[in-house]
Every structure is written in C-alpha cells, then in structure tokens.
C-alpha cells in the first residue's frame, strides 16, 4: 500500500485547506484510516480516524472545524480543515490499517500565519 499526501501549503488564520491522500497498492485489506500530524518538538498525534463502515472520531482540539472523508471508488481520503489556527501548524500524515499491517505517507505541511 502506498499513500500520497497533497494540498498542504500556507494559509493565513481563519482560512480553509482541503488535504488528499491518494492510495494505491494493495488496498482491498484496509480497513480504518487516518490523519495524524506532528508539530515542530512535539508528539505526532491522531487529528482524524474514518472507519470502512465511515464511523468518523476527531480529537477534540478540531471538532467542528475538520472533517474527514473517504472515496472508496477514487481510493482517496480527505481532511477538510476549516477555521484553522496557528496551533494546527504541522506536517500532516495519512495513515492506513490493513488486515496485514498499516502504512504511512510521507506527510505534506500546513503552515498557519496569524
């Protein structure tokens, strides 16, 4: 399995960014996947889960303000981020679970001026 990021860039605070994650490989085993992003010094930390069913999970810090989506016919997963902050300042990464491992993508960055 081998995941892509794109849509990462510069956006002043308060704007919006559409983040993709284009999968491909051996993608019928995948079951849940994700956005995590990591800070400069810090922990990376899950942003966003989708399940194969689309049951959604955010962590708390952008609830109301992300949302994550999935097409399974374009093999592609999303993160919308709306309202963004400088705290949201990260490389963003997209993770995959397969039945036989889990993959990450090489992470694309958000960086949000204040």
């Known amino acids: 399995v081998q995941l892509v990021e794109s849509g990462g860039g510069l956006v002043q605070a308060g704007g919006s960014l559409r983040l993709s994650c284009t999968v491909s490989g051996n993608i019928f085993g995948i079951r849940n996947m994700g956005w995590y992003r990591q800070a400069p010094g810090k922990q990376r930390e899950l942003v966003a889960s989708?399940?194969?069913?689309?049951?959604?999970n955010y962590v708390d810090s952008v609830k109301g303000r992300f949302t994550i989506s999935r097409d399974h016919v374009k093999n592609l997963l999303y993160l919308q981020m709306n309202s963004l902050k400088p705290e949201d300042t990260a490389v963003y990464y997209c993770h995959a679970v397969s039945f036989i491992g889990d993959y990450w993508g090489q992470g694309t960055l958000v960086t949000v001026s204040s």
């Open positions: 989708i399940t194969s069913e689309t049951s959604t």
